[in-house]
């Protein structure tokens, strides 16, 4: 799945991966060796609690809405610690670190989500 911030008009991520299920999303990146790309998808919009156990290295997170507008973001998440977003959200992306900063995408960005590219 293709990850792009139409606003930056960038492509953040081309090879993401789709987690709907709550087994999917609590394992995530635990005990992988290789950064991955993920979505986390949730059914309706909430405060998303994240935790980074059993992960090995620091990733950057977007949250956004259920429009796919960025609405908070973590920057560098550090190894084994926890992070609960600031608003309401409907999707948590897990991305690279240094995607954030590299792609300069902000609070208020759209982020358009595509499958098949």
Same mark, same amino acid.
Do not use: W
């Given at each position: 799945?293709?990850?792009?911030?139409?606003?930056?008009?960038?492509?953040?991520?081309?090879?993401?991966?789709?987690?709907?299920?709550?087994?999917?999303?609590?394992?995530?990146?635990?005990?992988?060796?290789?950064?991955?790309?993920?979505?986390?998808?949730?059914?309706?919009?909430?405060?998303?609690?994240?935790?980074?156990?059993?992960?090995?290295?620091?990733?950057?997170?977007?949250?956004?809405? %259920?429009?796919? /507008?960025?609405?908070?973001?973590?920057?560098?998440? #550090?190894?084994? =610690?926890?992070?609960?977003? +600031?608003? $309401?959200? %409907?999707?948590? /992306?897990?991305?690279?670190?240094?995607?954030?900063? #590299?792609?300069? =995408?902000?609070?208020?960005? +759209?982020? $358009?989500?595509?499958?098949?590219?």
């Amino acid at each position: 799945m293709l990850i792009r911030n139409i606003t930056k008009n960038r492509i953040i991520a081309g090879d993401a991966r789709l987690c709907e299920n709550i087994l999917l999303k609590f394992v995530g990146l635990m005990f992988t060796k290789k950064q991955k790309t993920l979505i986390l998808a949730f059914n309706k919009e909430k405060i998303i609690s994240l935790h980074m156990l059993f992960v090995f290295y620091p990733i950057d997170v977007l949250f956004l809405d %259920k429009n796919k /507008v960025v609405v908070d973001k973590n920057d560098n998440f #550090k190894p084994f =610690t926890f992070y609960k977003s +600031k608003r $309401k959200a %409907k999707y948590a /992306v897990e991305l690279v670190n240094g995607a954030i900063k #590299k792609t300069k =995408t902000g609070i208020g960005d +759209k982020i $358009k989500l595509q499958a098949g590219f």
